[in-house]
């Protein structure tokens, strides 16, 4: 049963860490924590994910056995728990309005069958006082911070039902929320128009001039050109 059991704390450096300690000691699958507060939080690339107390989802979930498309799963219960306008930015921002209200990141050990997922939904949060660097492109769903728990329980129950899903249901439901599908995008090796996603959830953009289409596993991708 996906959320329990589970520990709350009021702050804890970071709930993905806690996550992982618990998982190496034998943790259920499901197994949660969340936190009031998480001083040392973070992203894809290392980057910081910062909150304001009470604000925001922040939690870590031990899976057991999870889908290789994990964070694909992961984008889609977010989205669909954030509403229907919410898109999804390869490979793992739930965005608003253009804006990210949400983040993802997967961590684990697939030779010990387990991942330690960690989501954080700004739920509550107050743009306007977050650092100068995160607010020019981050959002918030607005909502008061009693919202956060039933924005919480609604996830879980979000979580459940995509990951009993196969793969192909799972990628339809991503590939209709893609925020950068149709759109020019640049990455570290070149630019492109992005196509949507394969089997293995991996982006395909199609290269300027005719040369192809290129899938990309990780990495940092952009709007636009560089310098545009």
Not at 26 to 46: D, E, F, I, K, S
């Amino acid at each position: 049963m996906l959320g329990l059991p589970r520990l709350h704390l009021r702050t804890v450096g970071s709930t993905n860490d806690r996550a992982r300690e618990l998982a190496q000691a034998g943790a259920p699958h499901g197994a949660l924590v969340t936190a009031a507060a998480q001083t040392a939080g973070r992203g894809r690339q290392g980057r910081a994910w910062q909150t304001q107390v009470g604000a925001a989802v922040t939690m870590s979930m031990v899976l057991r056995d999870p889908p290789e498309l994990l964070t694909l799963v992961a984008a889609v219960a977010v989205a669909e728990t954030c509403g229907p306008e919410a898109s999804i930015k390869w490979p793992n921002d739930v965005l608003l309005d253009g804006r990210k209200v949400a983040g993802i990141l997967a961590e684990g050990r697939p030779h010990e069958g387990w991942a330690v997922l960690g989501i954080g939904v700004n739920v509550a949060v107050d743009v306007a006082l977050l650092p100068d660097e995160v607010r020019a492109r981050a959002g918030s769903l607005g909502r008061p911070p009693t919202a956060v728990e039933p924005f919480l329980s609604s996830l879980v129950l979000a979580l459940d039902r995509w990951l009993g899903a196969g793969p192909g249901a799972v990628l339809d439901a991503w590939r209709a929320r893609d925020a950068l599908v149709g759109r020019e995008v640049s990455w570290a090796g070149g630019t492109g128009v992005a196509d949507g996603v394969d089997g293995e959830g991996r982006l395909l953009v199609a290269l300027d001039g005719d040369a192809g289409v290129v899938a990309l596993n990780a990495g940092e991708v952009h709007l636009g050109r560089p310098g545009a």
